[in-house]
């Protein structure tokens, strides 16, 4: 690999930048690999790379309907934190917070990562007590969650001039949540891509998966692209909202509903806001980008659904929950929205688990996904690599829904 | 946006109803189905791309409740599929 530095820059430089390699291959598309990930996404291209480093697997095909870091990597709102309800979520969610603050050294390549703390806005006694509650496993794991007054919530946040004593909601108080922090989407996929594609990894984009084959054996046989067959043992599907669709083409139901979760940004502005703002009563979240634009984001759509853009009345509810608190937003102009589907099981918790067709692995319900990138990608390598779940997974299982013994993250997302 | 027909009022706007859910089949006795039928009620719903059928509630309206189908790739409120169940 072409390492990055600034003796690099400096020697490129010199030439006028006209001496950069490619950072990853088009190599042809072979008809077998030992393992084949569904989807050059964050996860698919996290595990891509925990397969190689970790395991030594590298006749590894990543195959994308798409182009790298167009899917859901690019439909986030950057937001890396480890606040979670439950005993099995928030060990894996503070390993993956870890990982991503060394990623820019362990893939040579400037995550842009910001560690500058997320702020609960709480305007209910019911959820301060839920986050106070949150509080008290998080502290048993090393994750750091800290309740503040309503003074301390306005001084570390000035533009939040709502929520007065005369609103419908007066704000009750905060938490901060320190570990929490923002970095570059794409920097995301093309660290992953560059760092895979240098170990021998093959990326595929443009190669639609249109569905799972089983051999007469009923294991994984391969995969029917739009290019054609590619054969492989093993099959890992990490295709966020569209999990269900593939597993079905095997026959394979799982506990799963796609939504479309939307967001928007507003233009650039001068620094005003340099924490990460969460909204959990009033129903929005933001922070403001290295750019200087506001990364807003709200509810998803009601029901289930397989667009990817924002609907009037959620992005007016949102606009206006947000106005309520931060007034002077409203000469903001928002230049963008986008949306993303993504699918949530059954408790909201992730599934990572080989299914009942031997050789398919899922990784799926990521409701904030981003954010797990890196231990999704780590968790799931192991998986595949040595058919044993790994400790930081070992709940996230298929079987759970079988036993009903769920991971109750209902109610910790912004799902209704 | 969705224009939603309700029985009593007409097509009304979707930001006056609540979603309801998917319409799931009726609830089994859990002694007479096997475990991983009853699981699968209880965990599984439809996801299709595609029509699905699913209840919504006038909640801003006249509080009636009612079922639609509706695409969901388009989130246009389609007629009943002739192969649906």
């Known amino acids: ?416 | 946006m969705m224009n939603i027909p309700c029985p009593f009022c007409g097509p009304r706007n979707e930001a006056e109803f609540a979603f309801g859910g998917p319409v799931k089949p009726d609830r089994p006795d859990p002694n007479m189905v096997s475990e991983e039928e009853w699981a699968a009620y209880l965990t599984q719903v439809p996801n299709p791309l595609g029509p699905v059928q699913e209840r919504w509630w006038h909640v801003k309206g006249c509080g009636t409740w009612l079922t639609i189908w509706r695409d969901t790739r388009t989130h246009d409120i389609v007629v009943r599929p002739a192969d649906a169940s």
């Not at chain 1, 600034?6 to 291959?25: D, E, F, S």
């Not at chain 1, 042809?28 to 970790?54: C, E, F, N, Q």
């Not at chain 1, 026959?251 to 479309?260: A, I």
């Not at chain 1, 699918?343 to 031997?358: C, F, G, K, L, N």
């Open chain 1, 1 to 416: 690999m072409h390492r990055y530095s600034a003796a690099a820059l400096l020697r490129h430089g010199i030439n006028r930048h006209t001496t950069w390699p490619r950072a990853w291959r088009c190599p042809p598309l072979r008809d077998s690999y030992d393992v084949i990930i569904v989807g050059a996404g964050g996860h698919g291209l996290s595990t891509a790379y925990h397969l190689a480093k970790d395991h030594g697997i590298t006749n590894v095909a990543v195959l994308e309907r798409g182009w790298l870091g167009g899917g859901n990597i690019a439909r986030n709102t950057v937001t890396i934190r480890s606040n979670y309800m439950r005993d099995a979520s928030i060990p894996f969610y503070v390993k993956s917070v870890a990982l991503y603050e060394g990623l820019t050294k362990a893939l040579n390549f400037n995550m842009m990562h910001s560690k500058r703390t997320m702020v609960d806005v709480v305007q209910t006694y019911p959820k301060m007590r839920e986050l106070r509650r949150r509080q008290l496993t998080m502290d048993i794991y090393g994750s750091t969650y800290e309740q503040i007054s309503e003074r301390e919530l306005r001084r570390r946040i000035p533009a939040l001039t709502g929520g007065g004593p005369d609103a419908r909601l007066p704000i009750t108080g905060g938490m901060v949540h320190t570990d929490a922090g923002v970095n570059r989407h794409d920097a995301v996929a093309w660290g992953y891509a560059r760092a895979i594609d240098a170990m021998g990894i093959e990326i595929h984009q443009q190669t639609a998966v249109e569905s799972l084959v089983r051999g007469a054996d009923g294991r994984i046989a391969g995969v029917q692209t739009k290019r054609g067959l590619v054969r492989a043992p093993k099959v890992a599907v990490a295709v966020s909202g569209h999990t269900t669709t593939l597993t079905e083409t095997v026959g394979l139901k799982l506990p799963l509903r796609t939504m479309n979760l939307t967001a928007f940004v507003s233009e650039p502005v001068k620094p005003l806001v340099d924490v990460i703002v969460n909204c959990p009563d009033a129903g929005f979240y933001f922070s403001q980008s290295d750019k200087g634009e506001m990364v807003v984001g709200g509810a998803p759509d009601m029901g289930q659904s397989f667009r990817r853009d924002i609907k009037q009345h959620v992005f007016e509810d949102t606009v206006t929950a947000m106005l309520s608190l931060f007034p002077s937003f409203k000469k903001l102009k928002l230049l963008r929205q986008w949306g993303g589907h993504l699918d949530i099981a059954h408790d909201a918790s992730p599934i990572m688990d080989q299914t009942d067709v031997p050789g398919l692995f899922i990784t799926a319900g990521w409701w904030g996904g981003y954010k797990a990138i890196p231990a999704g990608g780590l968790t799931l390598a192991h998986l595949v690599a040595t058919g044993k779940s790994h400790d930081l997974m070992s709940k996230f299982t298929l079987k759970r829904f079988r036993h009903l013994d769920y991971v109750m993250e209902t109610g910790t997302t912004t799902a209704r």
